[in-house]
């Protein structure tokens, strides 16, 4: 009876013990929190030592150790109070030197180490929503933007599903940000848009980032790399860091039109492998995104996109690299030396075509022009031939050509690119104005229809845009156009000086 008395007081102790090691590492910083758990470790190792004595000898009088049972129980109070406090350690260290902030409460430090392991929120001011297996954890007030992650993510789930082989059926959550400084903290990495926690399978991110349809298919992408390693019973860091970022920003569509690829800088792709190396590498003059993208994107161009699979497949990162040279011929050494040249070629041979649209446009020779302008989009990505249909417009606006404006923004449009279909609704709108009003504000509309379907409403005033080009078709005319005027609701700089001299003519008294 003695001995299960003293292992019931054992128990009480051990749990108050516990209780007050973590409310007191909890509220200190790292180096209080470390000298602390050593001393309770300190405090746990010599009540080990007298259990393994009385083990030994039976009993031990000094520390009223009667017999082998309360030897045992002894050491076992030690390793389960030296287990609590390794824990409650490796958890205050770990937020301590992730966020860099020495001021946070206990509780806020256990939610931030909870958020980085299992599926609950960083930030504890945010509601829940689950939608088609997908969690969210939003502000009440930003709840309006799950609508547009989601038509987003069930496009991405049934192509990456269908690349990746996996089965995307839930368990992912995507938490909101109201800024970045709250993801630098969790993450502990600066000048952070967004992050995939492959813990607790949790997107991080800024829901109203200009970019966040970019951001949120990268993101995925690591989700769907991270089940294919599930899935296939592959380590979850079985590819070079590199790779992983690389694939996320393929299939995020990042462009090589970005970089002078002529005068970008490289790192050695082994000094990548990891995450941490990863990161660290990155400076204000060399981005490892970029040549993680520029990599994959010149291997899918001469191998296909099936190369990614066939790389993916590899148990660890040398395997990786023993398969990358099966399949290229060439040491990731030596693929580094060239890998970028036919994108060069690329890059200067559509430089010279724009430099060749510029000139035939100076010069006004227009049929000249329109070869050009054929020739980037025979051969040009898609924000070449974005950036070379507005060029030409405006070339046609500039020359009072409306009919051959709004033709080529027709002809834009309907080869289905929705990434510009917004601006090029709203440009083909104001062009409209110089002859059929009507038709701007059916334009303006669509534009509209567009944005609600798309998440892109915080970028454009639609509300007054639409009011002003329905006063424009009312016996208010006058009033809709200096409407538009006032509020700076258009854009094209031709169609403004143009739109002026006509309303001086039609509104003299009021303009």
Known sequence: ??????????????????????????????????????????????????????????????????????????????????????????????????????????????????????????????????????????????????????????????????????????????????????????????????????????????????????ILVHEYTHYQSHLYALENGLPISHLPHWFEEGIAEYFAEAGSFWYDLETIRLADFRSMDDLEDFDASGTAEFDPYAQAYLAVKALVDDYGEEVILELMESESVRAFYAAFEEKTGQSIEEFQETFLEEMIAEQREMKKTFDSLYAALEAKQDTVAEGHLQAIVNTGDAYDIDEAYWIMADFYLEQELYGKAAELMDAKIAKGDDRFLIDDLLLLAEIHLMGNPKKSLELAERAEQEALASGDMDYYDFDSLIAAYQKINSANAAGGYKMLFEEELIYNIYVIEDLESKLKKEFPEQF
């Open 1 to 214: 009876m003695k001995s299960i008395r003293k292992f019931l007081i054992l128990f009480v102790v051990l749990v108050a013990l516990s209780i007050m090691s973590f409310l007191l590492i909890f509220n200190q910083g790292l180096i209080g929190g470390l000298m602390l758990a050593a001393m309770a470790a300190l405090f746990s190792a010599f009540l080990f030592a007298a259990g393994i004595a009385g083990v030994l000898k039976g009993k031990l009088d000094f520390f009223r150790i009667r017999n082998t049972w309360e030897a045992v129980g002894t050491i076992l109070f030690a390793v389960i109070f030296f287990t609590v406090i390794s824990v409650v350690t490796v958890a205050n260290s770990f937020v301590e030197f992730t966020t860099g902030e020495t001021n946070l409460a206990h509780n806020e430090k256990m939610r931030l180490f909870a958020s980085t392991i299992f599926q609950v929120p960083a930030q504890k001011e945010l509601v829940s929503e689950e939608k088609n297996g997908v969690t969210y954890y939003v502000l009440e007030e930003n709840k309006h933007e799950i609508e547009k992650m989601e038509g987003l993510l069930a496009e991405q789930r049934e192509e990456l599903n269908a690349f990746f082989g996996t089965k995307d059926s839930g368990g992912l959550a995507i938490e909101f940000h109201e800024d970045y400084e709250s993801m630098e903290e969790l993450a502990g990495i600066e000048d952070v848009s967004a992050f995939y926690n492959t813990l607790n399978r949790t997107i991080h991110l800024v829901p109203d980032d200009a970019e966040w349809e970019t």
